[in-house]
């Protein structure tokens, strides 16, 4: 990425990072990581609305011809930053695989509602939606002025017509079945809540970065000062439409570090049956006892928690998860664990 007043001069930076001795190529000999001249590409980025000569990069006797958009990390970026052809892509990418889901949703022989309607929840919204924090902006924040461009209402409609197709596939219904109807009957959560809670993530994601992370001062600039008018970044429309999530409230968390001969202060024993172990918990001296429990019984999963102050049983609690088919034994025990500390 080279910066500079004119398209020509950010050129020039770019043939001499690469010719000049120490350069580019020079690091690639080094490396043994020679660079395939077939996949050089460039793009003029450039703030001046009226158009300017794209000059061509010359690399070593190859000419690069300047390209209206190039992929970066699986996000278009176009001259103008408007992503216009990273929503198209998503698009595209939607309909594919709607196409594939419906090869195998076929109402004869094909596969149920809740199999087509995870694999468009797994598979088709991730795809669509990748890296929707850089080229969507917020639904609730509507966009004016010099920023109208970053305006995602039109790529939002036409995720939303996605949306309602694998919807109709899932549950049925008619092609004048309203939108938000057939989310509701397919168990879908409508298309501009999920973008919502990608974007809400990513705030969160930018509110708890370290302070050694290169984003952390730009965090802090576009919680400061809010949005700006002219060339805002994806930062400034996330912080600024979710006012709620900011680095100060944000719970720090650290990592906790144990030498490698450090041994746990809890004395953990087995017994070999139930009785003994009941006799053990009996014999125990401590005043104040908690129990926790999971088990499974008859295709059920369940989990106990009992507090005993003086070898009377003071509070319990009990809490049936549901059937063995979406709960385990482990999970289980670990609810088991938290209804005993709710127990004191």
């Known amino acids: ?41 460039v793009c003029h980025f450039s703030q001046k609305k009226r158009q300017e000569e794209r000059p061509v990069l010359k690399l070593n006797g190859a000419e690069v011809q300047p390209m209206e958009a190039v992929k970066l990390v699986g996000v278009w970026l176009d001259e103008n930053l408007t992503f216009k052809q990273q929503a198209a892509a998503a698009q595209g990418r939607g309909h594919e695989w709607l196409a594939k889901f419906r090869r195998i949703a076929r109402v004869s022989g094909g596969v149920g509602p809740g199999q087509v309607r995870r694999l468009y929840s797994a598979i088709c919204v991730p795809r669509m939606l990748y890296a929707a924090e850089v080229w969507l902006a917020p639904v609730r924040q509507r966009v004016s002025g010099e920023n109208r461009r970053r305006d995602g209402r039109a790529a939002m409609k036409k995720l939303t017509s ?13 092609v004048s079945s309203p939108a938000d109807l057939l989310d509701a ?72 570090r144990r030498k490698a001969g450090w041994k746990a202060g809890l004395k953990v024993q ?45 509070r319990q609690k009990g809490l049936l998860l549901g059937s063995a088919r979406h709960y385990g034994v482990y999970e289980a025990e670990g609810v088991g664990q938290i209804l005993a500390l709710e127990c004191l």
């Open 162 to 174: 996605i949306q309602m197709k694998a919807a109709r596939m899932i549950a049925g219904g008619m």
């Open 1 to 41: 990425l080279a910066v500079g007043d004119t398209l020509r001069d950010t050129t020039k930076v770019l043939q001499e990072l690469v010719e000049t001795p120490d350069g580019v190529d020079d690091w690639a000999a080094t490396h043994n990581s020679i660079f395939g001249a077939a996949k050089d590409q």
């Open 270 to 314: 087995v017994d070999a049956t139930k009785e003994e172990a009941k006799e053990r918990a009996l014999a125990e001296p401590s005043r104040v006892k908690l129990f926790s429990d999971g088990s499974l019984v008859d295709g059920k999963v369940g989990a106990a928690g009992v507090l005993m102050i003086d070898g009377v049983v003071k």
């Open 185 to 256: 009957h397919a168990d879908l959560l409508p298309i501009n809540l999920v973008v919502d809670k990608i974007l809400h993530r990513a705030a969160v994601r930018y509110a708890s970065i370290p302070e050694s992370h290169p984003l952390h001062e730009e965090v802090r600039k576009a919680v400061r000062y809010g949005h700006v008018k002219k060339h805002p970044a994806p930062i400034h429309f996330i912080m600024t439409a979710y006012k709620d999530v900011r680095p100060n409230r944000v719970e720090t968390i650290r990592a906790v």
